[in-house]
Nanobody
Framework: QVQLVESGGGSVQAGGSLRLSCLVS????????FAWFRQAPGREREGVAA????????YYADSVKGRFTVTRDNANNTLYLQMDTLKPEDTAMYYC???????????????????WGQGTQVTVSS
């Protein structure tokens, strides 16, 4: 059974940093693409960043480019999201997700992802 477990969320002041982790089990982690999504109250879930199996390709939402970095450790089945220069508008529940089609086509389309974590809350105060 595939399991994705996020951690690292919390409360931080604007300008601060957080590093999210997503530990994956029951899955051939190194073979598949992963992404981070977020959902703020009253808003649709949106793609934040994505990474290909060997980290050759990464994608970012315009709103986080230059501030967030997605990485992965294939040896330890872990996905990361380093978030710097956080803003109040980054406040949301953050989810990791993976897809089994070995692609990053339409990476922001949540319908293309087969497995999701339970989420970790990030709150940024001004």
């Amino acid at each position: 059974q595939v399991q994705l477990v996020e951690s690292g969320g919390g409360s931080v002041q604007a300008g601060g940093s957080l590093r999210l982790s997503c530990l994956v089990s029951g899955y051939t982690f190194s073979s598949y693409s992963f992404a981070w999504f977020r959902q703020a109250p009253g808003r649709e879930r949106e793609g934040v960043a994505a990474i290909s199996p060997r980290s050759m390709l990464t994608y970012y939402a315009d709103s986080v480019k230059g501030r967030f970095t997605v990485t992965r450790d294939n040896a330890n089945n872990t996905l990361y999201l380093q978030m710097d220069t956080l803003k109040p508008e980054d406040t949301a529940m953050y989810y990791c997700a993976t897809r089994t089609d070995r692609s990053l086509l339409d990476w922001t389309d949540e319908g293309r992802y087969n497995h999701w974590g339970q989420g970790t809350q990030v709150t940024v105060s001004s």
